[in-house]
């Protein structure tokens, strides 16, 4: 039985992913707005919509700076105080130069907390709950993305079409669940792994162990312990590229890869041009965006009664041949001319479906459980700045490929590499359901 407590530790810790996801997609129905206000190029456009995805590669990869040195708690909150600040900023600036640092240091927010939050929780989790409450930051992350197509659309039809201001109001909403989520972080503790491992506040360590297991902490204090100990031993024990760990560094790098490759940041973030590609108009396309964000919603609740029962591997099989045999029905109705706006609606629901159901659901999870406790936050900070170097990559140039060689090919190549991430799971990728993470740690690398 999960402790109340855990659980609520792991709700307000997990808003930081909708506060994620919220952030990710508000963009996608102020970009076109933002381009004409400030008369942008393609290519400057699609600088603009990425430079909060370049200050989320930042964020991640120095995540775990603070989150080893000043602890998980006082890092999310430092979070919490950049959303907030950021929120309000882009809503009122009037210059393009300071939207785009305010986007820059939003996106920094973003990348440390794919890194922190996740950690948190798999540290306070035990392992039978792990993947589902794991799963509640990627759960807040598509909420997320649900509200900011919700948001853009109301902000639409209340404030008309034509509002030349509906996208400062789209970006500044987000300054309330950043508020939010600021004052709720009081409730939490710090991480119990953290405090035993990083301070040796035992005694405190132990008191937060004994919420989250009151009939085993000792056993937990014990395996914490004696997995520190060996792997003390060992050498290159916190070096995370001496070698020992080539095999969680390699799995984290090529599932962080197939995760963008997959073309959900491109189609998530420029979904109203994607349907208007189609011939919709705005209004639909903004009504088109906002299904996928439902369906993403839908099957991410799904997959976390899954999770658990079915494991990691077999979820992201499944979710391999789907996005295959989705991507590249949406890359046919291209190359055909078949462009009916509601059969690409359908097609990409499909797709998000299949996402959600697998890689939206495996990969914080996953990516978090397969590092030791000494490197978890520098594992988990790999992870996620392959992850967000991916994102920009594939943001920034999408406009741009899509627009010389249209939606046919770009589809094709993300269904393409769909096919590597199939073999990637068939040939590489390990089970972690149900296992202790330092049980993890024992298969993976001893």
Not at 184 to 200: A, C, D, M, N, T
Request: aromatic content about 14%; proline content about 3%.
């Amino acid at each position: 039985m999960i402790q109340r407590k855990v659980i609520l530790w792991s709700v307000i810790v997990a808003l930081g992913g909708f506060i994620f996801g919220f952030d990710t997609v508000v963009i996608s129905g102020a970009e076109q707005a933002i381009q004409k206000y400030w008369q942008l190029s393609s290519l400057v456009h699609g600088l603009t919509v990425a430079m909060a995805i370049i200050g989320t590669v930042f964020g991640a990869l120095f995540g775990r700076i603070p989150a080893d040195s000043i602890g998980r708690k006082k890092s999310l909150l430092i979070i919490a105080v950049l959303f907030l600040v950021t929120s309000l900023g882009t809503a009122m600036v009037t210059n393009w130069y300071l939207f785009m640092i305010l986007r820059f240091v939003g996106g920094l927010g973003v990348g440390a907390s794919s890194v922190i939050a996740p950690t948190y929780i798999t540290e306070i989790s035990p392992p039978a709950a792990r993947g589902r409450l794991g799963m509640l930051f990627q759960f807040n992350i598509v909420f997320g993305i649900v509200m900011a197509f919700l948001s853009n659309l109301l902000i639409v039809y209340i404030l008309g079409q034509g509002n030349h201001d509906a996208w400062r109001y789209m970006l500044g909403v987000m300054a309330i669940p950043s508020l939010i989520f600021l004052l709720l972080l009081k409730f939490v503790p710090e991480s119990p792994r953290w405090l035993l491992l990083q301070q040796g506040r035992s005694d405190e360590a132990r008191g937060i162990l004994q919420i989250i297991n009151p009939e085993g902490y000792q056993e937990d204090i014990d395996s914490i312990v004696n997995s520190n100990e060996e792997d003390a031993k060992e050498p290159g024990g916190t070096n995370l590229f001496s070698g020992r760990y080539k095999f969680p560094v390699m799995l984290a790098i090529l599932i962080a890869f197939f995760n963008q490759t997959s073309g959900i940041n491109a189609i998530l973030y420029y979904a109203p041009r994607i349907f208007e590609m189609t011939g919709l108009g705005s209004k639909d396309s903004l009504t088109s965006s906002l299904i996928l964000g439902v369906v993403n919603f839908t099957f991410t609740m799904v997959a976390i009664f899954f999770i658990d029962k079915i494991g990691r591997r077999k979820l992201m099989f499944i979710g391999s041949f789907g996005l295959i045999i989705t991507l590249g029905l949406v890359a046919y109705s291209f190359f055909s001319g078949n462009l009916s706006g509601y059969y690409i609606t359908f097609y990409l629901s499909a797709f998000i479906a299949f996402f959600a159901f697998s890689q939206g659901a495996v990969i914080w999870v996953f990516i978090s459980e397969i590092f030791p406790n000494q490197v978890r936050a520098k594992g988990q900070s790999l992870g996620s700045f392959t992850h967000w170097v991916m994102a920009a990559l594939i943001a920034n140039s999408f406009p741009f490929f899509a627009e010389k060689l249209g939606g046919g090919f770009t589809f094709m190549f993300f269904s393409v590499m769909m096919v590597l991430q199939l073999l990637f799971v068939w040939k590489l990728m390990p089970e972690t359901k149900g296992k202790s993470l330092e049980g993890i740690e024992h298969s993976l690398i001893h």
